[in-house]
């Protein structure tokens, strides 16, 4: 076997999932599952439930082995339990079938989130019922398929389920509750226990779960995974551990928890849901572990930074990202984690058979004539596959590879902006078309491995032969010069976007020396309002033009212009970058931390990265408030929340939880679509209403907190006498309501002069950490 090559016998295939490609939400008697009414997006996807045998036909031509697909609850039994739906039963007899047909091994996973929805109105994961239907469910699809398939998978990736869906309400179900996503979590395992045995029971050959497993590291060891930890990051990196992998590895693997783990079910769930004899059913013997992996789990120590409502127990745990290649979603390219991974799930599990049944990316694709070239994706699974081989070489059971996925599809809760498939999909029209990836993988199947020398990257020359132009002029476009036409610009970039270009020296040659400029980079819209970014304007570029910069102005505000913006820094047009990003999460300043140039960010991204960036201290003045209504006697205290993809919002939201958790008392919240006063108005009528004896209302924002002051004159409710009132910023508006609006007061300029400050120390070279600015309470009438 060469270097490159791969056992005998090793299986190639792709991975799906029922609501992501399915379609047909409501024909043939199929239920809602709790995906229908939480996706945005209309669930009819690829329409995969009347064109399965176009798609058994694209992975047949593309040689797969294998295909593990996953069966929709609610399609067959649409209650979730009692007598299954003869149709629905039907649509995967027929699928089997097909696929037999085509000589591709079909793998069923029977749970892949889409739990139905008459499930959830009855409790939902929860309940401990719920692990019993899902037994029965099990049991019945063994009946019909049990003689055609030989390898069922009971979940997949519980956790995300439990903790994005019940703990940080950021999938199906929305719930937000640490003790449910517990509670949900064990009933999983037990549902999967339950199913084993049935299966198993009913002569099932082989059975098994899928879990998401990533490596948790530091900063630092993500370049070097042999780097030795403090006691403090040992610490985190062991609770991350429990939290994510070990929560179910141990119970499926070993019959127990994590010892570390019990202390923190307890605090937040209790344990009265683990009965005794539970651990026994859940740690049914496995015959393959599927593993599901993307990224890596980066943290480090930081004493003051509040739980991720994901990760409950995660106190003083910073999450971090790392400047390295990204996908499309933000999420770092690090193919070694892979072979990490399997290697230790090999050394501590011995005698268990592995099987990767996911790994993928998302890439922005640009479809044209001649072709989908998506050369990152090719990348991307070609350096897993090569990680993947070396834990082989090193003895790792791992006995097949899943691409996730086949088909662009509906990405849950990120709808259809989201590319994974080797195929890509026009929803429109449902029209399937190989990318340069499938063609890719094609290859790799049939020689069973990689080649043995690794393509050549596109070149300065190749990308000039694709657009058409000279070399000099692909030079010129990507040092950002502004003598070439823009439809010139337009064909090259458009050729540097398909062949997956890297600019490397060559084409950089026309910037030799520093320019002193420094680039000001504005992302709209900001939430947060204008007066910090004209602040920001202001007292940056005084303070950097003081110190001999020239200052550049660029929006971001489209895609084209982000990759203006990359190619101006990469060609080192500019010495510094100071980002303004805007309060959702894209990836601009994870591709300018690539260009090697100083960059600062205003605001804590998304993940807290190890890019230096300024902030104020949200969770501490959102404490402040909470404590002052409370310290004035208030006991029922609503919050009104933002949109939960601003940081801001969150991490205003975790200080509020703090500080009522101190008081023994729990939050009454209501979220609102977006930070205007009409928002706040909205919300507040919805707190009242659902509970008129509430004393106080905390606004994420001031706009919001406005709307709730018109929103309790409109009810009848006096300020503050009956109802008190506060927000946070302290816009110019805050003083000017009557009552006066009690606030948090932002400081605003101060953040804008740390801002420059810190990026004139990273142009000098010196170390640089992120700066987190306390906010001030400012009491006035309303409260």
């Known amino acids: ?12 295939g792709v991975s799906t999932s029922a609501f992501q490609i399915e379609g047909a939400t409501s024909v043939d008697g199929r239920g809602p599952s709790i995906w229908d009414g939480f996706s945005a997006d209309r669930a009819e996807a690829c329409d995969h439930y009347h064109r399965y045998p176009e798609d058994v036909r694209l992975m047949k031509d593309l040689g797969m082995a294998a295909y593990r697909f996953s069966v929709s609850w609610p399609r067959v039994f649409p209650e979730g339990r009692g007598k299954p739906n003869p149709a629905g039963l039907d649509f995967y007899d027929r699928l089997v079938d097909e696929l037999l047909g085509a000589g591709i091994a079909p793998y069923a996973t029977l749970y892949h989130w889409d739990l139905p929805q008459a499930l959830e109105n009855v409790g939902g994961w929860p309940e401990r019922d719920t692990a019993r239907h899902f037994a029965d469910y099990a049991l019945a699809l063994h009946e019909r398929l049990g003689d055609r398939v030989g390898t069922w998978f009971t979940l997949n990736e519980p956790w995300v389920a439990a903790f994005l869906g019940y703990g940080a309400g950021i999938h199906a179900p929305g719930r937000t509750s640490a003790s449910d996503a517990f509670k949900s979590a064990h009933h999983m395992l037990l549902a999967h226990g339950l199913a084993a045995g049935a299966l198993r029971a009913a002569g099932a050959r082989r059975v098994g779960a899928v879990l998401n497993i990533s490596p948790v590291l530091t900063p630092a060891q993500v370049g070097d995974f042999t780097r030795e930890l403090s006691e403090e990051d040992a610490r985190v990196v062991s609770t991350i551990d429990a939290l994510v992998n070990r929560q179910f590895l141990e119970p499926m693997l070993r019959g127990a928890y994590p010892a570390e783990l019990l202390p923190v079910i307890e605090r937040h769930a209790g344990l009265e849901h683990v009965h005794d004899g539970d651990l026994d059913v859940i740690s049914q013997p496995l015959d393959l572990l599927g593993v599901n992996y993307y990224t890596p789990l980066v943290v480090q120590a930081q004493p003051s930074e509040p739980a991720d409502p994901a990760f409950p127990g995660s106190e003083g745990v910073l999450f971090c990202t790392v400047p390295t290649a990204v996908t499309a979603m933000g999420w770092p390219i690090v193919p070694d984690g892979l072979s990490l991974l399997l290697r230790r799930l090999s050394r501590e599990y011995p005698g268990l058979d592995l099987m990767v049944t996911e790994n993928g990316a998302d890439f922005v694709d640009v479809v044209n004539g001649n072709g989908i070239h998506d050369t990152d994706r090719i990348s991307f699974i070609e350096e897993h596959l090569r990680a993947l081989r070396a834990a082989i070489a090193d003895g790792a059971r791992v006995r097949g590879y899943l691409v996730w996925t086949l088909l662009d599809n509906l990405e849950w809760a990120d709808g259809y902006q989201r590319k994974f498939g080797l195929v890509h999909v026009d929803f429109a029209t449902q029209r399937r078309r190989l990318k340069d990836s499938a063609l890719w993988y094609r290859d790799v199947i049939r020689r069973n491995g990689l080649s043995d ?11 000039a032969a694709r657009a058409g132009v000279s070399r000099a002029t692909v030079s010129r476009v990507v040092n950002g010069e502004s003598s070439v036409s823009q439809e010139v610009r337009t064909a090259v970039m ?13 084409a950089r040659s026309l910037v030799t020396q520093r320019t002193n400029s420094i680039a000001l980079v504005l992302s709209v819209p900001r939430q947060s309002g204008d007066a910090l970014t004209a602040a920001v304007v202001q007292y940056v570029t005084s303070l950097l033009e003081g110190a001999g910069k020239q200052i550049t102005l660029m929006l971001a505000d489209t895609a084209e212009s982000h990759r203006r913006i990359v190619a101006h820094v990469e060609a080192r047009l500019a010495d510094g970058v100071v980002l303004l990003p805007p309060d ?8 300018l931390s690539r260009t090697g140039v100083p960059l600062v ?9 190890m890019l230096p960036y300024v902030d104020v201290d949200h969770a501490g003045g959102a404490v402040a408030v909470t404590e002052h209504l409370l310290a004035r006697g208030r006991r029922r205290i609503g919050m009104i929340c933002g949109p939960m993809d601003l940081v801001a919002v969150q991490d205003r939201l975790a200080g509020h939880r703090t500080a009522l958790q101190r008081a023994g008392l729990g939050p009454h919240l209501a979220l609102a679509d977006d930070l205007s006063r009409a928002a706040g108005a909205a919300a507040t009528r919805r707190l009242l209403g659902d509970d008129p004896s509430l004393d106080a209302v905390f606004a994420a924002t001031d706009q919001l907190a406005i709307g709730a002051l018109q929103a309790a004159r409109e009810a009848g409710r006096r300020v503050p006498e009956d109802l008190s009132i506060a927000g946070f910023d302290d816009i110019d508006a805050a003083s000017a309501t009557t009552p006066g609006l009690t606030t948090v007061r932002v400081p605003v300029a101060d953040q804008a002069l740390a801002l420059a400050r810190l990026l004139l120390s990273r142009l000098e070279g010196r170390h640089t950490a992120s700066v987190v600015l306390p906010a001030r309470l400012v009491v006035r009438e309303s409260a």
């Open 453 to 463: 020398a690794r393509p050549k990257r596109p070149t300065l020359e190749t990308v």
């Open 1 to 12: 076997m060469s270097t490159a090559g791969f056992p005998e016998g090793f299986v190639w």
């Open 584 to 591: 959702r999460a894209d990836t601009l300043a994870e591709r």
């Open 494 to 506: 458009r050729a540097v976007g398909e062949l997956g270009y890297v600019p490397n020296a060559a």
């Open 601 to 609: 960010l205003l605001g804590k991204p998304a993940i807290a990265s």
